[in-house]
């Protein structure tokens, strides 16, 4: 739902300017395009949608749906994971698109498999490190998400500032390293578009728990070379430690800032960011986005290529992305000004786009 408030919001937040008007002698104002790049407002809807940053909305449903998962935890109830594997199926197209509803889904899933179906799903090595961290000590995290998240069971940090950052990591850990992230992003699709080769320096700004990190790895090969870029250093150690138990010998890790990329001057092929500009856009104040975008530019090679991939808006209610989102013209604009032209652009699926852009 829009109100008036969150359009005034939204067009104040817009850059450049997106309509100049002129007076007429009947005092109405008319459109005019300035002399500079001027985008049109067609959408009924905000053009920036942050929420919670990271937090997707609680609903009844979901909280319903918990409920029967932490049951199914505690007292090994299949009727429980049954019962929470339909409650997410029917709930899935219309509440979390995308979100952490999938992955606890598969948890209720992998609970309801025969031993050798649940070999089948530990196939994949970082498939196994996600479930290993939530499963391990009888599913001791993914107990506590549950109970975090959609306060179904009791914690005695609750309201603290330890527990919220405890239940963002966890969220976040959640909706990167999804089992189910390719069925509903399309992620092979996503990084056959880079173009990537053997041999590349990739920056994965914002890389999480490194699900793209870990993609980039394979893909550049041991002569090319990964930077995990995130402010969590409790991302990083997971990298870390999923790097060493694997022989993964081509990711350095970085304690960046909001301020600073902190990455090594003109070694870039390519950087990548997932699921961040909108914050960037939305919450930095204008030197803090000047120096970070800055420190950006300053890592790219002259060739180097910036991708940004983030979340449109979808006013199709089939189709719903119920997360933050941001036009991605809005974008498009603003990395004009701070040098950087688009080059190419992708959509594979209607919930998110993939923008190129090189500068000069």
């Not at 008319?30 to 997707?56: M, N, Y």
């Not at 961290?133 to 069971?153: C, H, I, M, Q």
């Not at 699921?275 to 180097?304: C, N, W």
Request: charged share 25%; aromatic share 12%.
């Amino acid at each position: 739902m829009t109100s008036r408030l969150s359009r005034r919001v939204a067009l104040f937040l817009l850059t450049p300017l997106l309509l100049l008007f002129t007076r007429k002698a009947s005092g109405r104002e008319e459109p005019q395009a300035p002399e500079e790049d001027w985008i049109k407002v067609t959408s009924r809807v905000s053009l920036v949608h942050l929420g919670s940053i990271d937090s997707f909305d609680k609903t009844a449903a979901g909280i319903a749906a918990a409920k029967l998962m932490l049951d199914a935890l505690e007292n090994n109830n299949l009727e429980s994971a049954k019962e929470a594997v339909l409650t997410y199926e029917k709930i899935i197209p219309n509440e979390n698109f995308g979100g952490e509803y999938t992955a606890i889904q598969w948890f209720g899933e992998y609970l309801l498999a025969s031993p050798q179906q649940q070999e089948a799903f530990l196939e994949e090595p970082l498939v196994a490190e996600f479930f290993n961290f939530f499963a391990e000590d009888n599913f001791a995290s993914l107990k506590e998400y549950l109970k975090r998240k959609y306060g179904v069971g009791e914690l005695e940090d609750e309201g603290s500032k330890a527990a919220i950052e405890r239940e963002r990591f966890l969220e976040d850990f959640i909706l990167f390293n999804n089992p189910r992230r390719e069925e509903w992003e399309k992620t092979s699709k996503m990084l056959d578009s880079l173009k990537i080769e053997p041999g590349d320096t990739i920056a994965d700004i914002g890389s999480g728990p490194g699900y793209y990190s870990f993609k980039f790895s394979k893909l550049v090969g041991p002569k090319g070379k990964v930077f995990a870029v995130d402010t969590v250093e409790n991302h990083l150690n997971y990298i870390k430690g999923v790097s060493e138990k694997y022989g993964v010998n081509n990711i350095e890790l970085v304690n960046n800032t909001t301020d600073n990329a902190k990455l090594p001057p003109e070694e870039m092929d390519l950087i990548y960011m997932c699921s961040l500009y909108h914050i960037i856009y939305s919450t930095s104040l204008e030197p803090v986005k000047d120096r970070f975008v800055e420190s950006m530019k300053q890592a790219l090679k002259k060739d180097g290529r910036l991708i940004i991939v983030d979340n449109g808006i979808v006013e199709d209610q089939t189709l719903p992305y119920h997360g933050p989102y941001i036009a991605k013209e809005l974008i498009i604009s603003q990395l004009k000004y701070y040098g950087f032209r688009l080059i190419d652009q992708y959509a594979f699926i209607p919930q998110r786009y993939i923008l190129v852009f090189q500068l000069g």
